[in-house]
């Protein structure tokens, strides 16, 4: 927590003296507390490029109502579940702090998987699919085999999920290797310790009105459509 918000929540306490039990008053201020000090609410990012842009493989009615129905719900209810959160803090209420990470936890990890797919996919003509090159492509091909051995194994932890879920390519900082690791729901990467560099999303709504129920397809084809470039500069920040 910052100094700011803490110094507005301790101006907040002591103003409110024998009436700070009142939840709703207090969580009333927070919110403008919040603001005053600088805790800004979450945001749906702009996405790097045209809905259609990365037809064919992924339609351009697909990626529209993925950014801004899927991932916009992501983050309304990531910003009221962290309002809930600060005046149940502010109330002491652990018991209802606790009831609320399971959402947070979801909505928190929606909108942080989605930040990184849309940078992770870009349209053919601004360099999609074009293979990485340099210490990335070093690091896939010493890791994995070759290239193609990767997309291999990355579509088949994919099609594995059971449900709804991601896989990722991810960097293990402790062990300096690349790691293939599937998730369900929208359990972010850092749940289990590794740096997200790709993220390929495998809930239905990722693919279904294109690829109907055949997700090994939708598998198949997204690999035209990924930023290696912006992939590469993850890898190079995550060493
Ligand atoms: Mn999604």
């Known amino acids: 927590m910052s100094a700011a918000l803490i110094n507005a929540l301790e101006t907040i306490v002591s103003s409110s003296g024998s009436s700070s039990k009142n939840i709703i008053s207090i969580s009333r201020k927070l919110a403008t507390a919040s603001s005053a000090a600088g805790m800004q609410s979450f945001k749906l990012p702009d996405m790097p490029y045209d809905y259609g842009a990365l037809e064919p493989t992924l339609s351009g009615e697909i990626m529209k109502l993925h950014h801004s129905k899927h991932h916009q719900a992501y983050v309304t209810n990531l910003n009221a579940s962290l309002e809930k959160y600060r005046a149940a803090e502010l109330s002491g209420n652990v018991a209802e702090m606790i009831a609320l990470q399971q959402a947070i936890r979801f909505n928190g990890g929606g909108h942080v998987n989605h930040a990184i797919f849309w940078q992770n996919l870009a349209p053919k ?36 999920v059971q449900g709804s879920g991601w896989t990722w390519l991810g960097y293990n900082k402790a062990t300096a290797r690349l790691e293939i690791t599937a998730l369900p729901n929208q359990d972010p990467l850092s749940t289990v310790g590794l740096i997200p560099l790709l993220g390929i999303d495998v809930w239905e709504h990722a693919y279904y009105l294109q690829y109907k129920n ?14 290696w470039t912006d992939v590469a500069k993850r890898f190079a920040a995550a060493k």
């Open 125 to 160: 003509s601004a360099g999609g699919g074009v293979e990485p090159t340099g210490e990335l492509a070093s690091a896939i091909s010493s890791r994995f085999g070759s290239f193609a051995s990767l997309k291999q194994q990355m579509s088949a932890s994919g099609a594995s």
């Open 214 to 227: 055949v997700r090994p397809d939708y598998l198949a084809a997204i690999w035209n459509v990924i930023n």
